[in-house]
């Protein structure tokens, strides 16, 4: 048996066990992690060193090097993430819509873990806590296969886990760092039908998509954010200009971010030169379509790739559409299904807006940077989805878990 | 662009269509489907011939020229389907779970269709209507892959839907045939990533296999239904008797039909008799353990390959385990994840199953045959899922649907 297949067998016998736990036995487990965390923050700082070293001397970029980097700081943080997770509610083992059927059959469903949780992703060595912090309290096991330049740190984490589960009677199973080793490695662990539940990648678009052309087991993806926001004929325009802003400058890597104005022909000429001056002196830049070049002098001509485009920095795309059919249209064949939002007065089209426009996220009159967990009171995330299947954006403890059908008779048969 | 492809593309702007529709839109094109039908039916059962004169003539067995035949009394019981399925409510566009945050924001979760679904199946024909009728509720596009075998008979009910359709002002691609052609055919349409939002294969193991081995777009799988039943110490053993006959005699063929009987040892005794002679009088073929041979004189002998099996006929293996943990395991190892029924009178080893035995649907004191869409309340189910994500067991209307954030402000934005 080769050796990441052995770890997934090793994990489905853990899950097996931390299926059956009570939440205090989980909690128990993760306030041992915090511990080891904050006791162990200077051997951690020193392995992940080893790390940063190695990434300098491959000339990774400083952006890179800065995602690596597990400083004191980054350490507590990543404890008292660990700590949060304790406080929050078990959703394991909770039925709901319990009802009694004629025949005297009381059914329902009652929450239970996924069972086995491959994460594939990229430079954050915090990930490998959060992940696992996540995975243990929603009772599954979890296989952690993290990116080649934070091997030391991913291995000495995941030593340092596994002797907190250990200290209080878990298997150390439970939670099993995969060795970084080439992307063959990685298709194997998607090969192991029957041993994986779920496999949540998390990186570039690159990794995204070899997951997604390779994977056997079930997966979650979250793919790109290219997120609009459409200011509709009659809009309180202040405010449009405060989303536009507050969506593209307040942290402009993230996939929530803004990447893309829609506005409304007649109100091209009173909002665009309001926006364009708003930008300007946030230091962005504006590609504009042929209607919006003329009312906005600091912007560049936009091409058809800007049409789509995810910048993930301080770049915005402006296009007037005809109408409010205009700007569904170009949500839907640009967007990625991930957050769209709409600035209105108008009832009528900001129900149309909830009802049709398929994104992950829909929004009127906010930011399109509240598509989060911790904004939307999941209280951690493992990742947004963009796939439709089993979770639709912002993926919390819940969405680690599964319902199952729950029969309790009294001597039953089928007639 | 490939025809299946373009199918698609056709499909998923007729989803987008869907997707906005109130349900009485919905309904009306039910009720046009339901009335085609039925004055249609002696059409139909002509056009059926020639695929069951095609099947008798490839020397398919009575069984399989069975499932392919639309009597006029399959095409009444298919339309009344419809019918019943226009009366169940429609869950599109329901809210759940609607909070207001400190700053204001209210959000929740909105239902919203999945988009586009594959169907991919074998010989019955009436999966076609039933297929479409369901999708059409949840709001969703189909392309419908039905046997080769049933070519004739697809085509013609594509045509009558199509045509109903039209007439209530839909578009035609909302439901769609996709031509039987080769293996290769549900490749293609199993490629069709951002075009398919969900395939569901149902058929046999190696269609299944074919699905899952070759599918880049998400699937829910319905593996086979290996269901066991575990008679506790202290049980009620007549009780036990009549559940293991129900699940074994009262449809020997479907996939929630019991294939083993695991009994504690210390019942092993009074209760194994009693089963023997209750199978016996119904024709069953007994196949048991070393230990319960001697208790059983009409068995034969179990070979290993009978732990795990999926006879669906009139077989079932019978094993002596070593307590509730021997149930389990055995229960963990050769189950199918699909329906575990438990006979018991004890509190706490009831609670035990309910919780820590994976399957779909766990059952105290009832027949496995209780696992099913209609039996559980659901109204028409498309499949049970034996997959723990997105749906676990008998999947309804509302698991062709997902859920979406929304989120409604005045002008919120992230500090």
Partial sequence: MSGVREQAVQARAAGRRLAALER??????????????????????????????????????PAMVNRLEM?????????????????????????????????????????????????IYESRPNVTVD?????????NACLLRGGKEAHHT???LGELI???????????????????????????????????????PRGGEGLIRFVHENARVP?????????HLFVDRGADLEMAVELALNGKVQRPGVCNALECVLVDQPEAAAFLPRLGEAMRAAGVELRACESSLPLLPAAVPAQDSDWGAEYLEKILAVRVVEGFDGALAHSARYGSNHTEAICTRDYSRSQRW??????????????????????????????????????????????????????????????
């Fill in 162 to 200: 596994s002797a907190a589960l250990e200290e209080v009677g878990l298997p150390a199973g439970a939670v099993q760092i995969v060795p970084a080793t080439d992307r063959e490695g990685i298709k194997e662990l998607l090969s192991l039908t029957g041993l994986i539940d779920l496999a949540i």
């Fill in 354 to 415: 909830l009802r049709e426009v398929d994104a992950s996220c829909v929004l009127v009159n906010a930011s399109t940077r509240f598509n989060d967990g911790g904004q939307l009171g999941l209280g951690a995330e493992i990742g947004i989805s963009t796939s439709k299947l089993h979770a639709y954006g912002p993926m919390g403890i819940e969405s680690l878990t599964t319902e199952k059908w729950v029969v309790l008779g009294d001597g039953q048969v089928r007639a």
């Fill in 71 to 119: 400083t004191p700081a980054v350490v507590e943080s990543t404890a008292a993430g660990v700590d949060f997770i304790a406080g929050l509610s078990d959703p394991v083992g909770s039925r709901a819509g319990m009802q009694r059927l004629q025949n005297g059959l009381l059914i329902g469903k009652q929450r239970i873990p996924l069972g086995v949780v491959a994460m």
């Fill in 131 to 139: 992940a696992a912090a996540l995975c243990l309290k929603a009772g």
């Fill in 154 to 156: 991913n291995q000495f």
């Fill in 24 to 61: 205090a036995a989980k909690d128990a487990a993760l306030a041992a992690i915090a511990r080891r965390l904050r006791e162990g923050a200077a051997e951690i700082g020193r392995v992940n060193a080893e790390d940063v070293a190695g990434a300098r001397k491959a000339e990774l970029s």
């Fill in 219 to 227: 997966t979650v993806e979250h793919y790109k954010g290219v997120c």
